[in-house]
């Protein structure tokens, strides 16, 4: 077993080292074929061909759209947890806040009676996820690890709560009637309507693409590597002079930011949202995604964000001797993460600097035995 792990790592390692060989033009043209593959994903006419991959027990166009939502916060978690090092398990409620922001600003049934236009409340739904960051992050980034955890965890907690007990919010009500994103077709009818989902899809993987160009431009500036010196050893940063408090707050406000648009569109596809959209076990799965995918690899959030969501969904109208698969999709969802950790802890694309570290501590493991 363990020869055939090994090999697996060396032929993963050296199709890592063909990829950084290729010439740039090469890999940007594979890029866009990945990038034209996913845009023709949800036409019946594409995917019909793809054998087993579409969902036969839901719409998979509205799979594809819960898929990008999952992308997207997986890539602004990375940020605070492969980026930063700092362990949040409350993600899911600055998700919670974009959304409730939109629902507000835009619902008839608001309290404050405004009735903007959903484009208008996503910028507010963003400047308010990021304030409520830099918020619970001011008194509490100087906590470490598992207290660090608490707090996150804490946080969530108080939104979720929030949702359900505040009339102001409406509990289980919720919102209705929460407007779509603007445009329509030629013939005036809305291009983001109730029935099809792939507007939406395309939106979301649109700016995924523009979230993913920003983000790598951060993680190679000064910051991002001021996000790495403080997930490697953040006592020798400080020493080192690296303002590590003010960073920490910056991934915290970055990866909220993300996570207050992902909720925005969310809003703004479902037409309605109460509390039972945010609960805790989103955070934690967002959280597993990330670890799956490859912890401080945007690529790897991506992929596992994208897999992550779909084996959950997968599940869903699948019967296996009368009984439904779906009942016990996070028991598979558990085993999948248990493997994933005794075999390959690192995640399935690794940052090179993660992958190293845990290459050294296997080989510290193999001497000392």
């Known amino acids: 077993m363990t020869t055939v792990l090994e090999r697996v790592r060396s032929g993963r390692q050296a199709a890592g080292e063909r990829w950084r060989d290729m010439p740039r033009w090469v890999r940007w043209m594979l890029l866009a074929a990945v990038i034209v593959f996913f845009y023709a994903l949800p036409n019946k006419e594409f995917y019909q061909y793809l054998g087993p991959i579409p969902t036969t027990g839901s719409n998979f166009t509205q799979v594809l759209f819960t898929v990008s939502i999952y992308v997207l916060l997986a890539v602004g978690l990375n940020i605070v947890v492969g980026f930063a090092g700092l362990l949040d398990l409350g993600y899911f409620g600055f998700f919670a806040v974009g959304a409730y922001t939109v629902?507000?600003?835009?619902?008839?049934?608001?309290?404050?009676?405004?009735?903007?236009?959903?484009?208008?409340?996503?910028?507010?739904?963003?400047?308010?996820?990021?304030?409520?960051?830099?918020?619970?992050?001011?008194?509490?980034?100087?906590?470490?690890?598992?207290?660090?955890?608490?707090?996150?965890?804490?946080?969530?907690?108080?939104?979720?709560?929030?949702?359900?007990?505040?009339?102001?919010?409406?509990?289980?009500?919720?919102?209705?009637?929460?407007?779509?994103?603007?445009?329509?077709?030629?013939?005036?009818?809305?291009?983001?309507?109730?029935?099809?989902?792939?507007?939406?899809?395309?939106?979301?993987?649109?700016?995924i693409?523009?979230?993913?160009?920003?983000?790598?431009?951060?993680?190679?500036?000064?910051?991002?590597?001021?996000?790495?010196?403080?997930?490697?050893?953040?006592?020798?940063?400080?020493?080192?002079?690296?303002?590590?408090?003010?960073?920490?707050?910056?991934?915290?406000?970055?990866?909220?930011?993300?996570?207050?648009?992902?909720?925005?569109?969310?809003?703004?596809?479902?037409?309605?949202?109460?509390?039972?959209?945010?609960?805790?076990?989103?955070?934690?799965?967002?959280?597993?995604?990330?670890?799956?995918g490859g912890s401080g690899n945007i690529f790897g959030a991506i992929v596992g964000g994208g897999l992550v969501a779909y084996m959950i969904e997968r599940f869903r109208g699948i019967e296996l001797l009368g009984v439904e698969l779906y009942e016990y999709r996070f028991l598979f969802f558990g085993l999948v993460l248990v493997i994933m950790m005794i075999f390959r802890p690192e995640g399935l694309i690794p940052n090179r600097r993660r992958a190293a570290e845990f290459k050294d501590r296997r080989k510290e493991v193999t001497v000392g035995e």
């Open 103 to 207: 629902a507000v600003l835009t619902s008839p049934g608001s309290d404050l009676k405004t009735l903007w236009p959903w484009l208008l409340a996503v910028p507010f739904a963003i400047g308010l996820t990021m304030i409520s960051g830099v918020m619970l992050g001011t008194p509490t980034l100087r906590l470490r690890g598992d207290y660090l955890a608490i707090v996150t965890l804490g946080f969530a907690e108080m939104i979720r709560i929030s949702a359900v007990s505040s009339e102001f919010l409406k509990g289980q009500r919720g919102f209705n009637q929460i407007p779509h994103p603007p445009g329509q077709y030629a013939d005036g009818r809305p291009f983001f309507g109730v029935l099809d989902a792939r507007p939406y899809y395309w939106l979301v993987l649109t700016l």
């Open 209 to 292: 693409i523009l979230v993913v160009f920003g983000v790598r431009n951060l993680e190679r500036s000064r910051v991002g590597r001021a996000w790495v010196s403080i997930r490697e050893d953040e006592d020798a940063a400080q020493l080192m002079g690296v303002p590590t408090f003010k960073f920490k707050l910056w991934a915290f406000a970055a990866g909220a930011a993300i996570a207050g648009l992902a909720g925005a569109l969310f809003a703004g596809k479902q037409n309605f949202v109460n509390s039972q959209n945010f609960e805790l076990l989103n955070s934690i799965i967002i959280l597993a995604a990330v670890i799956f």
